[in-house]
């Protein structure tokens, strides 16, 4: 198994800008996580999905962050418009439900926002 | 409301254990204890959880007092490779995770 798949890798835009991060989670697994990680604030949860539905996004920032999962095997995170403070390392993770809470992460989306 | 306690760095001779405290005094009966680690420049990466008996597996071992107040997590024969930030999670509701500000682990040579 590839594992969880991100991308890009790295993104460099400009303030006001729309981004858009992608994640592939591992095959078979149903739920899917976004943190965000900076040097400040440490690794902090932003959405998770289960089933491909929502369960928590209350630690998504604010109406600029956006999330969706439109299918078992793919999930987005979108910012717009960009802000510096914004800038930091984005990862997905995905775990096999049920009676297990090991995430496997993916490599991370570095983001820096001018 | 940090839910964990640990030491913000420790160093450790390669080769020789490492041995990494978490303190959770306010754990609930249902509460898991979770390890993970990140290496630099990666994403997390699972190690080892356990409820009340000790752990273990290919990575490490876990041993959780009998009043599951505290672990201490074991790499039995640290490498330059484990250098990493350690973090101790407890956690039952369902998937979530939070995460501290974990100890920085240095082996060094």
């Known amino acids: 198994d590839a594992g969880v798949i991100q991308s890009p890798r790295h993104e460099v835009t400009e303030m006001g800008q729309e981004v858009t991060l992608r994640c592939k989670p591992i095959?078979?697994?149903?739920?899917l996580f976004w943190y965000r990680q900076t040097m400040m604030r440490g690794l902090e949860l932003l959405i998770y999905f289960n089933n491909n539905v929502p369960i928590d996004d209350s630690g998504m920032p604010e109406d600029r962050f956006s999330a969706k999962m439109p299918n078992a095997s793919f999930s987005t995170l979108k910012i717009q418009p960009s802000e510096p403070r914004d800038s930091a390392v984005y990862f997905c993770?995905?775990?096999?439900?049920?009676?297990?809470?090991?995430?496997?992460f993916g490599p991370g989306t570095r983001l820096l926002v001018l | 409301d940090a839910k964990t306690t640990q030491p913000t760095s420790m160093d450790c001779a390669e080769g020789r254990a490492a041995n990494l405290p978490c303190n959770h005094s306010t754990i609930s009966g249902n509460e898991y204890v979770y390890w993970y680690r990140q290496i630099h420049s990666q994403g997390p990466q699972y190690i080892i959880h356990?409820?009340?008996n000790n752990e273990t597996n290919e990575m490490a071992s876990l041993i959780i007092t009998e009043d599951r107040k505290s672990s201490t997590l074991i790499l039995p024969h640290a490498t330059l490779r484990d250098t990493a930030v350690y973090y101790c999670i407890v956690s039952n509701a369902g998937n979530m995770l939070t995460f501290g500000g974990g100890t920085r682990l240095m082996v060094k040579p």
């Open positions: 993770a995905s775990s096999l439900a049920a009676r297990t809470e090991t995430q496997y």
């Open positions: 095959s078979g697994h149903n739920s």
């Open positions: 356990g409820l009340k």
